[in-house]
């Protein structure tokens, strides 16, 4: 830890400030301190942070000061937005070895006088009647200000910062040393960073767990909602280039952000659902010797905590942060909105053939102006069977458009959320990339458009034409489909479009769901 202090606070410390490099100075273990009457403001440079002391003449060495700033910030922590199995990491990372030194970050006073005037300014914002505790005192501070995220690009509140940097720096590994029954998943000793690779994983663990559920003589509605929520959990862990055994706390995460996540309000009774499935989940994990007895403990103490802190009404930071996503994504849905709805009245036809491969295997739809690009990639690979459990990538004459949270590694210019398919004209083509590896690559061409009348909108995707069944992850791409068709000739059959539109529609679903 680095501590900068100014003069008269390191003669009242009796310590003796040293030079140090000024990088470390933006490091997340390097601090600044100001006074400001009976109070003393610890602030973290990286996340700026705010730990509170009051009456700081009290301290006249350096060793009663560290006690008490380490005493406050604990009081913090439990308060803050961080699985309580953390806490204690966090602070050994900081206090581990404490230096002081007379430098100043560059943004550290700013963020300092910002706080100093709302602590005890003539205009300060504190609600003192309510004689605020000092971690109280710290919270107030920290939800006023937002300072700028270099990951993020925007205001991100004082604590999401805190949380990100925890989330990202520390984690509680289940069985630090895997055993051969681990290896038989196909995990190693570091994280999946591998997309594929973890989808692969996850599918393995899902089909394990659905036998373990019914070998237990669980009704199928129950099998069926634990199944969906320890996809859904696997999908978050992905997210965050994690799997269930990469840290066991992420659950919490993931209680305490799915109603921000999802746009939907839990009741108690969905929440206590929730909890059910994912503590059932452990007990599996447990029961594959994946988790150790202390690791379904950490697992299910963070679910208790995530629970907990979602529905708490004493902390308003949970609340501010989905209040202005929400802000954000009410806006975000009116400009596509307005978009959206000048394409409204358009109908395209299109035809997508699958590239490199004899004899033809292709679709023809009939789809309205305000596809969003997203969708219409949903429904080119449902079309054509792809299961979603690999990247794709959407080319045009002057765009490569991929998922956001999605790195196709093609240079990608722009979002696929944020274009239609009634930009496009007749003629124009486009081409859909699907699975890196296998590239399986689908040609698209507008074969016309067409303005429905004045009062009437496109209507409903509808799926007209087609050859082929379609096509098979993981089996070389289009080489692999040509042998398979020499032994099974219908794949190469004409499609049945009277049978294929209800199961195509149900198809698209699932794929967008998987992939969001």
Same mark, same amino acid.
């Given at each position: ?209 659905? #036998? ?19 996809? @859904?959990? &696997?999908? &978050? ?32 009774? #969905? ?40 529905? +708490? ?18 806006? @975000?849905?009116?400009?596509? &909105? ?12 299109? +035809? ?26 949903? #429904? ?47 003629? @124009? ?57 020499? @032994? ?19 198809? +698209? ?8």
């Amino acid at each position: 830890m680095i501590i900068t202090v100014e003069k008269a606070v390191a003669q009242n410390l009796h310590v003796n400030p040293r030079i140090i490099n000024n990088l470390s100075l933006t490091s997340p273990e390097a601090w600044s301190v100001r006074t400001s009457g009976d109070f003393m403001i610890v602030m973290n440079n990286l996340l700026a942070l705010p730990v509170i002391i009051r009456h700081p003449q009290r301290f006249n060495d350096s060793r009663s000061f560290i006690t008490a700033f380490k005493q406050e910030f604990l009081r913090l922590m439990e308060q803050a937005p961080i699985p309580h199995a953390k806490i204690r990491m966090v602070r050994n990372a900081q206090f581990q070895d404490v230096r002081f030194t007379s430098q100043q970050a560059d943004m550290a006073p700013m963020h300092l006088q910002t706080y100093q005037n709302a602590l005890t300014g003539p205009n300060s914002t504190i609600d003192w009647d309510t004689h605020p505790s000092n971690v109280e005192l710290a919270l107030q501070l920290a939800s006023q200000t937002g300072p700028y995220d270099p990951d993020d690009d925007n205001g991100v509140p004082v604590l999401g910062l805190l949380e990100n940097y925890v989330m990202k720096n520390f984690s509680l590994p289940a069985h630090p040393h895997l055993n051969e029954h681990n290896r038989s998943y196909g995990y190693r000793s570091s994280s999946l960073n591998d997309v594929m690779n973890a989808v692969a994983v996850d599918e393995r663990l899902l089909n394990d767990y659905r #036998q373990y559920l019914q070998n237990r003589g669980k009704s199928d509605q129950v099998i069926d909602r634990d199944l969906d929520v320890a996809d @859904d959990y &696997f999908s &978050f862990c992905d997210g965050y280039e994690k799997t269930i055994i990469d840290d066991l706390t992420l659950v919490y995460n993931y209680l305490i952000h799915y109603e921000e996540a999802t746009a939907t309000r839990l009741t108690a009774t #969905q929440l206590r659902d929730k909890c059910v499935a994912l503590r059932e989940l452990g007990c599996f994990m447990r029961y594959q010797r994946l988790f150790s007895a202390a690791d379904f403990d950490q697992f299910v103490q963070a679910i208790s905590q995530g629970a907990n802190d979602l529905v +708490t009404t004493d902390r308003d930071y949970y609340f501010q942060r989905l209040l202005r996503n929400v802000q954000n994504q009410v806006q @975000d849905q009116r400009d596509a &909105f307005t978009v959206a709805r000048r394409h409204s009245r358009q109908r395209y036809r299109l +035809t997508v053939t699958l590239e490199d491969y004899q004899p033809a295997m292709w679709r023809q739809f009939d789809l309205g102006g305000d596809t969003r690009l997203d969708s219409l990639c949903y #429904q080119i690979l449902a079309s054509f069977r792809a299961n979603g459990s690999h990247l794709f990538a959407l080319q045009d004459q002057k765009h490569n458009y991929q998922l956001p949270i999605f790195d196709s590694g093609l240079g990608a210019q722009e979002s696929l959320l944020a274009h239609w398919l009634g930009e496009y004209q007749p003629g @124009d083509e486009l081409l859909l990339t699907y699975d890196f590896g296998d590239s399986w690559r689908f040609k698209i061409k507008i074969d016309a458009v067409t303005a429905e009348p004045r009062l009437r909108t496109a209507g409903p995707a509808k799926l007209l034409a087609g050859s082929g069944r379609g096509i098979i992850d993981d089996i070389g791409g289009t080489t692999g489909l040509a042998e398979v068709a020499k @032994d099974d000739p219908t794949v190469d059959r004409p499609l049945s479009i009277s049978g294929e539109q209800a199961a195509w529609l149900k198809r +698209t679903d699932q794929l967008k769901k998987h992939y969001r």
